[in-house]
């Protein structure tokens, strides 16, 4: 049985192509939640490089203007639809849902739920879900890196960044992460070597720390640098590719850097080096297999959040922004002033 008839929810509406203060917050009337689906209450939803990729309509596959974006999300359960097991109603789940968790409630899939650990901070799990995701499936079921491995990592102080550090060193492997130097500490305090991203030569001090090049390199920013990535490799290292960064603010279709970065790939892994380089696609495999992808995720988050209780990642919560000042969150987290994921909570 339903809970409630019906909600109003508080949305954030991405109108289209925007600055961040281009954002509108507007409320809107849900339904009760339709056959297998659950009613949940925010608590926590993050701003990731999607959304900021969307307000550019730059996402690869974004739906059209306007929408409410919103990647993932961390809430409760406040009514079950008919088909829903009622006892999931009063319990903490997250899911990733890629766009519409900017709001304080919204009608979601059961399927798609994912419980959280008890007695957990719904913004550090948070922190945890697509970024968590991501960088346990690129260092484990990507690259496969063993321990004892060295790895590059772009990007270190940011929230994919920060936990694929943690999860890489957990799992006895060197790091040396990229960095702008204010942000060297936190980064060396994670346990990984900084380097200065902006140093012209930071590839070679890169191959100063790896002379023998390294096991694996994990590189969101794309472009032209994507050479100098592959070069460091080690024989039966392995490049992976999951962002075209350096590309955010060229106009024009935002297939093309993605399908000139496929071609590159497919490349350079038909040369006899030894070497392999991938794209990392979080949606891979869900169109044609659905109740597997879903398992995948369900599991691999499950390990991570475990890996939270446990005291082994420390999430990097670079600020809480209430829901309805999202405009100041996302060009907060824009700023490259930030180390980890800002973080959108209810209004108080």
């Known amino acids: 049985m339903n809970a409630v008839a019906a909600t109003t929810a508080t949305q954030v509406l991405l109108p289209g192509r925007v600055e961040p203060s281009g954002l509108q917050v507007r409320p809107r009337a849900l339904s009760a939640p339709g056959a297998g689906h659950v009613l949940l209450r925010m608590e926590a939803t993050g701003v990731s490089f999607a959304e900021q990729q969307m307000r550019r309509g730059k996402y690869f596959d974004q739906p059209p203007f306007p929408f409410v974006p919103g990647y993932d ?82 990007g270190a102080n940011g929230g994919v960044g920060t936990v694929l550090v943690q999860l890489a060193l957990h799992a006895g492997i060197t790091v040396i992460g990229t960095a702008a130097p204010r942000h060297h500490e936190a980064v060396r305090a994670l346990g990984a070597t900084p380097v200065d991203y902006r140093d012209p030569h930071v590839y070679d001090r890169i191959r100063d720390l790896a002379p023998e090049g390294v096991d694996a390199v994990f590189d969101h920013v794309g472009g032209g640098n994507l050479v100098r990535s592959w070069r460091l490799l080690r024989r039966g290292g392995t490049l992976v590719s999951y962002g075209t960064a350096s590309t955010k603010d060229v106009e024009g279709d935002s297939r093309l850097p993605v399908l000139a970065l496929f071609g590159r790939l497919l490349v350079w892994n038909a040369l006899p080096n030894g070497r392999s380089a991938h794209f990392y696609n979080f949606w891979a495999g869900r169109a044609r297999r659905a109740d597997a992808f879903r398992a995948r995720l369900r599991e691999d988050l499950t390990e991570v959040l475990r890996l939270l209780a446990d005291g082994v990642l420390t999430p990097q919560v670079a600020a809480r922004v209430p829901l309805s000042e999202a405009s100041r969150a996302l060009a907060l987290a824009e700023s490259r002033t930030v180390v980890g994921k800002v973080v959108l909570v209810p209004d108080a």
Do not use: Y
Request: glycine share 10%; net charge positive.
């Open 73 to 154: 999300v961390v809430g409760t359960v406040e009514a079950a639809g008919p088909g829903v097991n009622a006892s999931l109603v009063g319990r903490r789940f997250a899911a990733v849902t890629k766009t519409g968790a900017w709001a304080s409630h919204l009608v979601l899939d059961a399927r798609d739920l994912v419980a959280v650990p008890e007695g957990t901070d719904p913004a550090q799990v948070e922190t945890l879900l697509v970024n968590g995701i991501t960088a346990w499936q690129m260092l484990h079921r990507t690259a496969r890196v063993r321990r004892g491995g060295t790895v590059v990592v772009l």
